[in-house]
C-alpha cells in the first residue's frame, strides 16, 4: 500500500508515515501523532488524486492544500481504509510535523492553479483586489521620500503646519533610517514580498471564486511606490470595473488602514480610478488562516529550543506601538492586536506563557506600552532567559523586524543572557497565501449574498474622531464608491 500510494504522489508523505495513527468510524475520523490528535474527514480506497478531486467535488486548490494521509494503521478498527486517504481541510489545526508537510504541498497548490487561472480567465475586465499597505523604501536612496510622505500624512501624525514641518522633520530624519535600511540589505521587502503574496492569492481566487475571475492584484502603497495614484492609473487603463479594497493589516486603526482609506477615497470620488464598484475588507486579525500560519512560524522557532525546556520558553508578541492620543480617541487597533494574539494562543494549546508587547515608538508623546525593549531586559532580571519574538502584526519583514527586533533588541538580550528566536514574519508563507485567497474567496461570497460592500464595524467611527474625512470615506464605501 505505501509503495503504491509514494508512486503516485512522490515524496509527500514518506517522512511523516510512521508517525500517524488513524481510528474512529464512518466518514469522520482523527489523526495525529500520540495525544496530538485532530478531526478529520475521510475518504477510503481513492488513489488516484484527479480521481479523488473529482469524487469528492473539491476545487483544485483545496485538493492539493488538504494534507492527504494514507490509511494503514488500526486495521482491526477499520478494515475498510486501509488504502484509502483522509483530507484534512486547509487550516485543520495539525501536530507539528505534519503542518510543515501541509505548507510544501500548497506551494505545489500555487505552481498548479496558475496554468487554471489562464485558462479560464482570458479576455475579461480583472476583478482587482488593491493590497494596502505602507510600503516602504525599495532602495536606500528612497528613504528620505517614503519618510516625507510619511510625515505628510495627518491621518498618521497630525503637525501643525504640516506642509512646511512634515518635510524639515524628514530630511532631519533620514540619515539615521537610510542607515537602518542600509544595515538590513538595503532597503524594504515589503514589495516584493506583497507582489509575491498578491500574485498568489489572485491565481487561488480565480479557482476559489470563478464567478468574478479572472482576479489581479494591485499593491496601493501609502508612502512609497506603487503609490495609490499610480495603481489608480494603471486600474483605469487596465478596464477594471470591480475593485476590493483589501487592507494588509491585519489589525484595523485608523492610522494605518483608515488612512489608506481615507486616500483611495480622496483619489477614488474625483474618478482616478475610473467608474469602479468598491467594496471593503478592513480587517481580518483572527481569521484561522492568518493565525495557523503565524502559529506555525512559533513552532518553527521553539523547535530551536531544547525539547526538555521548550515550554518554560516565553512567547513575547510585539506588535507596532499607538501613540495614546490615539488609543484614547477609541482606536480599535489595540483590541484588535490583542484577539490575534488570544487566537494564536489559543491554536498552541496555551502551551507557553506569553505577553504582548509594543514596539517602534517615535517622538516624545505617550505611546501604547510595555516597550519590546524594556520588556526583554525584565524578563531577563526575572530570570527568562528562553524568549520567541513573535512579529503579530505585519505580514512580512520590514525595519522592525530586521532592524529593530533582529538587530536591537534580540542583541541586547543576548547581551542580558537570554536565548532569542525570532519567528520567520509570514512573507511567503503558502499556507498564509491561502488565507489571504480564503479571505477575498469568503467576501466576494458575501457580496454575491448581498450583504454589503463594507464590514458593520467599518461604518462605526472612533468615539472621538474629529476626521470629517473618515465620515465621508466610510458613507462613501458603504455605498459601493458611489
Ligand atoms: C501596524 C503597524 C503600524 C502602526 C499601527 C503604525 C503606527 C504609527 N507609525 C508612526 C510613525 C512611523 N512609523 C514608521 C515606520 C513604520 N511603521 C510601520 C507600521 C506601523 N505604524 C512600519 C512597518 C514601518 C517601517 C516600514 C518599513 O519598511 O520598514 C516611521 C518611519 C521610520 C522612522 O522614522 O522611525 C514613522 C515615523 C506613527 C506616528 C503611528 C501611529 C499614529
Ligand atoms: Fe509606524
Known amino acids: 500500500m505505501l509503495n503504491s500510494i509514494d508512486k503516485l504522489w512522490p515524496g509527500w508523505f514518506c517522512d511523516i508515515l510512521d508517525t500517524v495513527v488513524v481510528w474512529n468510524d464512518g466518514s469522520r475520523a482523527r489523526v495525529g501523532v500520540d495525544d496530538d490528535l485532530v478531526d478529520v474527514e475521510v475518504h477510503p480506497s481513492v488513489l488516484d488524486p484527479m480521481d479523488y478531486r473529482e469524487r469528492v467535488g473539491m476545487p483544485m486548490a483545496d485538493r492539493d492544500t488538504a494534507v492527504a494521509v494514507p490509511v494503514r494503521t488500526c486495521s482491526t478498527v477499520l478494515p475498510h481504509l486501509e488504502g484509502g486517504v483522509v483530507f484534512i481541510p486547509p487550516f485543520t489545526r495539525l501536530p507539528f510535523p505534519m503542518s510543515l508537510l501541509r505548507s510544501s504541498i500548497v506551494s505545489r497548490a500555487l505552481a498548479r ?18 493590497m494596502l499597505n505602507m510600503g516602504g523604501p525599495s532602495t536606500v536612496e528612497e528613504t528620505h521620500d517614503f519618510l516625507k510622505n510619511l510625515f505628510m500624512d495627518g491621518d498618521l501624525i497630525p503637525l501643525p503646519f504640516q506642509r512646511f514641518l512634515a518635510p524639515y522633520i524628514a530630511r532631519r530624519r533620514t540619515p539615521k533610517i537610510e542607515q537602518q535600511y542600509a544595515d538590513i540589505g538595503g532597503g524594504s521587502p515589503i514589495l516584493h514580498y506583497t507582489q509575491l503574496q498578491g500574485d498568489g ?118 506588535a507596532h506601538s499607538l501613540p495614546m492620543s490615539v488609543v484614547n480617541r477609541g482606536d480599535p487597533y489595540i483590541l484588535e492586536v490583542s484577539a490575534s494574539v488570544a487566537a ?58 530586521l532592524y529593530e527586533l533582529d538587530l536591537e533588541y534580540a542583541k541586547e538580550a543576548r547581551e542580558h543572557g537570554v536565548e532569542v528566536h525570532r519567528a520567520a514574519s509570514l512573507n511567503d508563507s503558502p499556507v498564509f497565501i491561502r488565507a489571504l485567497a480564503d479571505i477575498v474567496a469568503a467576501h466576494l461570497h458575501e457580496c454575491a449574498a448581498g450583504k454589503g460592500p463594507t464590514s458593520i464595524q467599518l461604518g462605526l467611527r472612533c468615539p472621538g474622531c474629529t476626521n470629517a474625512t473618515c465620515g465621508q470615506q466610510k458613507a462613501w464605501f458603504t455605498r459601493g464608491g458611489r
Open 344 to 401: 494564536v494562543m489559543q491554536r498552541l494549546g496555551h502551551s507557553n506563557p506569553y505577553r504582548l508587547v509594543w514596539q517602534s515608538q517615535v517622538g516624545p508623546s505617550a505611546w501604547m506600552g510595555m516597550q519590546t525593549g524594556e520588556a526583554l531586559k525584565g524578563l531577563a532580571r526575572l530570570g527568562k532567559k528562553q524568549v520567541v519574538l513573535i512579529p503579530i502584526a505585519f505580514t512580512s519583514d520590514h525595519i522592525e523586524t
Open 201 to 318: 492569492m489572485a491565481q487561488l481566487l480565480d479557482e476559489l471564486h470563478p464567478e468574478t475571475a479572472p482576479h489581479k492584484a494591485y499593491v496601493a502603497f501609502r508612502y512609497a511606490r506603487p503609490l495609490t495614484e499610480a495603481t489608480a492609473r494603471q486600474m483605469k487603463e487596465d478596464g477594471v470595473k470591480r475593485g476590493i479594497a483589501f487592507t494588509q493589516y491585519p489589525q484595523y486603526s485608523c492610522s494605518t488602514t483608515g488612512s489608506s482609506l481615507n486616500e483611495l477615497f480622496r483619489r477614488g470620488k474625483t474618478g482616478e480610478f475610473g467608474a469602479i464598484e468598491w467594496s471593503v475588507i478592513d480587517r481580518w486579525g483572527t481569521h484561522p488562516g492568518f493565525i495557523e500560519a503565524v502559529a506555525q512560524n512559533i513552532e518553527a522557532a521553539l523547535a530551536k529550543f531544547p525539547a526538555e525546556k521548550r515550554s518554560e520558553t516565553v512567547l513575547l508578541f510585539s
Open 113 to 130: 492553479s496558475r496554468s487554471y487561472a489562464m485558462t479560464h480567465a482570458a479576455g475579461k475586465s480583472p476583478t482587482a483586489v488593491v
